[in-house]
């Protein structure tokens, strides 16, 4: 059963996709049917740039085992790192 329901939010980073790298500036995340892969239903992500047109999307469909393990592997890398490494706040005061 599809939930229609989609997370939507504000992007900072940037995706490699058909075209190239382009800067990610909006995600997706829902569970439906997927386009591409084997199972009756996935966890989807979708990575965009609508100002950049339709090329600048990244596309995941994962198992709900598998994005389950992605966010795990997430927290744990950025557990593992300083904090604020990566943040966006710190950006200014590396350049």
């Excluded at 995706?15 to 966890?43: I, N």
């Excluded at 740039?49 to 927290?75: C, H, K, Q, Y």
Aim: proline share 5%.
């Amino acid at each position: 059963m599809c939930t229609y329901l989609t997370e939507k939010i504000r992007m900072d980073g940037a995706a490699k996709g058909a075209s190239g790298w382009f800067t990610v500036t909006d995600g997706m995340v829902y569970v439906d049917h997927p386009y591409h892969a084997c199972q009756e239903h996935t966890v989807n992500i979708d990575l965009t740039n609508p100002a950049e047109g339709p090329s600048a999307r990244v596309a995941i469909e994962l198992t709900e085992e598998a994005a389950l393990a992605l966010v795990d592997a997430i927290n744990k890398a950025l557990a593992a790192a300083p904090p604020g490494l990566a943040s966006a706040a710190g950006r200014s005061a590396s350049l």
